[in-house]
C-alpha cells in the first residue's frame, strides 16, 4: 500500500506529464497552424478558398491529422509532407523540455497525411501515395516510408464521404458549376459572378459566399489565369518529353535529401528557375 506522501507525489507526477502534454500539443497545433496558413505558396490559388472553408492541421487524441488541397494532381506530396513533419518535429524537439540526446523517449503525435483533390484529370476515389515511389533504387529495401492518402473529392465522387460532410460536398458542387459556367462564358468575370449567384440561390455555401464573394471572387480569377500558365508549362514537359522530366525531377530530390537540403527542395518544386538552377549545379 501507498503511504499519503507517496500518493502525494505520484499525483503531483501525474499532474505534471498531463500539463506537460498539454503544452506540447498546444504548441506543435499552434506552430504548425501557423505555419500552414502563413506560408507562401505558389501556384495554389483554390487551396486558399479551401482554407477558407477547413482548419488544414490539428492535434486530436495524439495524432496529427495535415490535410493538402491539390487542383492537380502531384506525385510529390509524400516528399512535401516530409518536409513538413521534419521542419515541425525539429521545432518540437527545440520547445520539448526533454533532450533529444536523453535517455527519455519524446512522444511525438502520429501522423494522418491527407490530400484532397479536385483536378480536372479523371483520377480514381482513393489513391495512396508513398514516398519510397521516389526512390531511386527500387530494388533496394528502404528504411523510411510515408503515405499520403488522397481522396478525390469531385462532383459524384466519394459519395460516403460527402454524405457525412455537408460543406465539402458543398465545396465539391461550387466547383463543378463554376468550371460549367467558365467553359460556356467567354468572360471569366461575369461567368464566376454568374456561378457565384446560382450557388447562392441554390443554397450551396449560400451564406458563406453572400459574406464573402468579393474575396472569392478575386481568387477564382486569380486561379483562372494561373491556370492558363500551368497549361502552357505543361504543354513545354510535353515536348521535352515527360517520363525524362520525371525522372530528371526524381534524381534532384534524392540529391536534395541525401544533402539534408529540405529548403532547396521545396523551393524547387515550386520556383522552376530555382529548379533549372540546380539542374545545372548537379548537372542533371
Excluded at 510535353?238 to 537540403?261: F, P
Aim: charged share 35%; glycine share 4%.
Amino acid at each position: 500500500m501507498q503511504s499519503t506522501e507517496e500518493k502525494r507525489k505520484t499525483k503531483k507526477r501525474q499532474d505534471t506529464r498531463r500539463s506537460n502534454a498539454t503544452w506540447f500539443y498546444q504548441k506543435f497545433r499552434l506552430g504548425l497552424s501557423g505555419w500552414i496558413v502563413n506560408r507562401k505558396v505558389d501556384r495554389q490559388i483554390k487551396d486558399r478558398l479551401f482554407r477558407f472553408l477547413y482548419d488544414l492541421a490539428f492535434v486530436i487524441a495524439g495524432t496529427l491529422n495535415l490535410y493538402e488541397h491539390q487542383s492537380t494532381y502531384n506525385p510529390n506530396m509524400p516528399v512535401r509532407f516530409l518536409i513538413y513533419l521534419a521542419e515541425e518535429y525539429q521545432k518540437l524537439v527545440k520547445q520539448a523540455r526533454e533532450s533529444l540526446y536523453g535517455t527519455k523517449k519524446l512522444i511525438l503525435p502520429t501522423p494522418q497525411c491527407i490530400v484532397f483533390y479536385n483536378g480536372t484529370k479523371d483520377m480514381p476515389e482513393e489513391k495512396i501515395l508513398r514516398l519510397s515511389d521516389a526512390f531511386e533504387n527500387q530494388k533496394a529495401r528502404a528504411d523510411v516510408e510515408l503515405k499520403v492518402r488522397m481522396l478525390n473529392i469531385n462532383h459524384d465522387k466519394n459519395k460516403e464521404l460527402m454524405g457525412k460532410c455537408r460543406v465539402l460536398s458543398e465545396y465539391s458542387q461550387f466547383v463543378e458549376i463554376t468550371r460549367r459556367y467558365i467553359a460556356e462564358t467567354k468572360d471569366n468575370q461575369k461567368a464566376l459572378n454568374l456561378a457565384i449567384d446560382y450557388c447562392i440561390d441554390h443554397s450551396i455555401l449560400s451564406e458563406f459566399l453572400q459574406r464573402y464573394r468579393a474575396e472569392v471572387l478575386g481568387m477564382l480569377l486569380e486561379e483562372f489565369d494561373v491556370d492558363k500558365y500551368e497549361r502552357s508549362l505543361r504543354e513545354e514537359g510535353r515536348e521535352e518529353g515527360t517520363k525524362q522530366g520525371v525522372d530528371k525531377m526524381a534524381r534532384l530530390n534524392m540529391i536534395l535529401i541525401q544533402s539534408d537540403r529540405l529548403t532547396d527542395l521545396e523551393r524547387a518544386s515550386t520556383d522552376e528557375e530555382y529548379r533549372e538552377r540546380l539542374f545545372r549545379e548537379f548537372e542533371l
